[in-house]
């Protein structure tokens, strides 16, 4: 299209002034944002290392209850998008901490959570009357509208500060405008049912006969790291590893086998000494944990080292490209399933 004139152009500022009083804007000048030939997130590749964040959750500690704060959390803002408490464009990241003789009070929501714990031992998370106990690696789920709280009691013997990596949905709740939260009369639930009910049941490909379950949400509240780091070896010894992504895992919901939740999908991956990843990008946006090792994420051109307990993004259709200096495995999770169930999402491979 041939640049306007001078006269045009000031024509045309002219009426979209004289339109703006009754709330139009013409699409002509949005268009190609409104409409990209590809994403292009706001959102940039970021890595966030814990031996530097550690010191701040500790010093929180001195300054805030977790009772009074009622979650004692440092958010991970995704830098491009200030002020928003989000790190992709649909998913909040945040790491949380409770200290021996703490409680996190009982409260439910209609964001779905997910729990990674990060570091130490001896806390718990109860949910809908489950309590689960906390270890490294673990993966817990908090279902929408389920009432829950988080204790540090020292159990089994255990006893000191516990972190673990928050993960919800709040931005696409926040999206829709349907968010709704409701505190609990009780600082903590009443123990309902023992300690791994829920795995019983559910945990060994195997459903009681007659149980009905209507949540979208799998019924599992808690994937111990020891037995998906298990999988992960096993498929180790019996196959190559992907070219991609090493050997990499998604959590399923048993009832289903889609994923644990119908708003984030959970993974874990394992990368061997000396990888080197090829390229590949996808318009989920994602959010890793580091549990083990060392090496290099390379996103969007931007190369980041990451260890043991430090977290990165990696925005929509960024080009990943990861890098193993010595064995690793990595938690990551992503807003796949609602592109999925929308139709929209892609992926390439270099």
């Not at 970021?46 to 805030?64: N, V």
């Not at 673990?138 to 000191?160: C, K, M, R, V, Y």
């Not at 874990?268 to 060392?294: I, K, M, N």
């Not at 190369?303 to 990696?314: C, H, I, K, L």
């Amino acid at each position: 299209m041939d640049n306007p004139s001078t006269v045009a152009r000031a024509a045309r500022q002219a009426y979209y002034e004289r339109i703006r009083a009754l709330h139009l804007t013409p699409l002509w000048e949005e268009l190609h944002a409104l409409v990209p030939r590809e994403p292009a997130s706001p959102c940039v590749p970021a890595l966030w290392r814990y031996a530097d964040i550690k010191p701040y959750l500790m010093e929180s500690a001195d300054l805030i209850s977790a009772e009074e704060a009622v979650r004692r959390v440092l958010v991970l803002e995704n830098p491009g998008l200030p002020g928003r408490s989000s790190i992709t464009q649909s998913l909040y990241a945040g790491l949380q901490l409770i200290m021996p003789g703490e409680v996190a009070p009982s409260h439910r929501h209609v964001q779905s959570a997910l729990r990674f714990i990060v570091d130490g031992r001896g806390a718990h998370t109860t949910v809908d009357g489950e309590r689960t106990t906390m270890h490294p690696g673990d993966f817990i789920i908090t279902p929408s509208w389920a009432w829950h709280d988080h204790g540090n009691e020292g159990l089994h013997g255990e006893s000191g500060p516990v972190v673990w990596l928050d993960g919800l949905d709040i931005p696409l709740v926040r999206f829709f405008d349907a968010g709704f939260a409701e505190n609990d009369n009780a600082k903590s639930q009443t123990v309902a049912r023992p300690e791994g009910h829920s795995f019983a049941r559910f945990g060994h490909n195997m459903v009681p006969v007659r149980h009905t379950h209507r949540s979208r949400t799998s019924p599992l509240y808690c994937y111990p790291y020891a037995r998906s780091r298990e999988a992960l070896a096993a498929l180790q010894k019996a196959e190559a590893a992907d070219a991609w992504q090493g050997w990499k895992l998604r959590y399923v919901n048993p009832l289903t086998g889609g994923s644990p939740m119908p708003t984030m999908q959970t993974c874990l991956q394992l990368l061997p000494a000396g990888f080197r990843g090829q390229g590949h990008r996808a318009t989920d946006g994602a959010v890793y944990s580091v549990v083990e090792g060392r090496g290099t994420a390379e996103i969007g051109g931007r190369r980041f080292a990451f260890g043991p307990q430090d977290t990165f993004v990696v925005p929509s259709w960024a080009m990943l490209r990861l890098e193993a200096d010595e064995e690793a495995v990595l938690f990551s999770f992503s807003d796949r399933p609602v592109q999925e169930a929308i139709g929209i999402h892609r992926e390439q491979f270099d």
